[in-house]
């Protein structure tokens, strides 16, 4: 892989994070710990993939005739598997730090360790198919990883303020389910117009909405007073 295609695969998972900081208007975080939790992304795919190959053992098949047991097979067996492994290192590392002191905390190491596994899933996915790969992947893939993350570290930051484990439960829930959704229509989209609609739904509202996460969170900061 050359200079050009490797900064090309890695810079949006990297634009992202500049963003995610950026949006983080009251109380920053610290860059250190940004970094690490981007990096133990990258390490969250080793559990994912642990758990995929679990999953593939008790018969989860995305590509099965069956259309519901394909569906299915994406939710638990993609979905899951790889939001609950990047969900463990945000809860169990970066959830205990002092800095974590505020909701939008939830969206901002999520989103860090979100892009650290897409980064390193894209290198992998750009090594094979190139540049073509690199740019789709840029404008569909590493959004999708980003907003997946941004939901997840919404109901993290929920559970931060109000102390329930239900909320992180619910994160990845309803993240596994629309992570599935996403891949399994994209999988098959070529095989039928309608897929191709509903992914572009999906994709759309997963967009849409972690917009609006951000917004709310960004907007509940208990240190948006303390500014001056």
């Not at 995610?20 to 994912?48: C, N, R």
């Amino acid at each position: 892989m050359n200079l050009s295609l490797l900064l090309l695969t890695c810079a949006p998972g990297l634009a992202i994070c500049i963003y995610i900081y950026w949006q983080d208007k009251f109380d920053k975080e610290p860059k250190a710990l940004l970094v690490k939790s981007f990096f133990l992304g990258m390490l969250s795919t080793i559990p994912a993939v642990i758990l995929s190959l679990i999953g593939e053992a008790f018969g989860f098949n995305p590509v099965s005739p069956v259309v519901w047991w394909a569906l299915l097979s994406m939710i638990i067996g993609t979905g899951l598997t790889e939001e609950f492994s990047k969900y463990i290192f945000v809860r169990y590392y970066a959830y205990k730090k002092d800095a974590f002191n505020e909701p939008f905390d939830g969206i901002t190491y999520s989103v860090m360790v979100a892009m650290g596994f897409a980064t390193l899933e894209n290198l992998l996915y750009v090594a094979e198919g190139g540049t073509s790969v690199a740019i789709a992947r840029m404008f569909t893939a590493i959004p999708g990883h980003a907003a997946d993350g941004v939901w997840i570290g919404f109901f993290l930051g929920l559970q931060k303020l109000h102390g329930s484990n239900i909320y992180g439960i619910i994160g990845i829930t309803l993240t596994a389910i629309s992570h599935g959704l996403y891949d399994f229509f994209a999988l098959n989209a070529e095989k039928n117009d309608a897929y191709l609609l509903y992914w572009l739904i999906v994709f759309g509202l997963s967009i849409y909405f972690s917009f609006k996460a951000i917004k709310i969170h960004r907007e509940a900061s208990p240190f948006k007073n303390t500014i001056k």
